[in-house]
Nanobody
Framework: QVQLVESGGGLVQAGGSLRLSCVPS????????MGWYRQAPGKQRELVAS???????QYADSLKGRFTISRDNAQKTMYLQMSSLKPEDTAVYYC????????????WGQGTQVTVSS
């Protein structure tokens, strides 16, 4: 069973920065795509950003320019660099990974809380 472990969340003032990390068990190369999602209280989970095995990235339109997703295959880690944070960025952030072997399998981390104070 694949496990995804997130870290890096916390409390930050508006305008500040945070970097989230996601470390999967096993080989990071086994995932065709990885991403970050977030869920704020009372709202649906939404895609923040994703990155393919080849390095192609996709972002939620509203977050372009403030958030950067990256993947360090040597360190077996995926990152989400968040800058110019706003109170509306407050949410639980989840790491997601998709693996294709005998079928398509999707995995989630336990989530890490990001709270941005005004």
């Amino acid at each position: 069973q694949v496990q995804l472990v997130e870290s890096g969340g916390g409390l930050v003032q508006a305008g500040g920065s945070l970097r989230l990390s996601c470390v999967p068990s096993g080989s990071i190369f086994s995932f065709v795509i990885m991403g970050w999602y977030r869920q704020a209280p009372g709202k649906q989970r939404e895609l923040v950003a994703s990155i393919t095995r080849g390095g192609s990235t996709q972002y939620a339109d509203s977050l372009k320019g403030r958030f950067t997703i990256s993947r360090d295959n040597a360190q077996k880690t995926m990152y989400l660099q968040m800058s110019s944070l706003k109170p509306e960025d407050t949410a639980v952030y989840y790491c997601n990974a998709v693996q294709i072997t005998t079928g398509q399998y999707e995995f989630w981390g336990q989530g890490t809380q990001v709270t941005v104070s005004s």
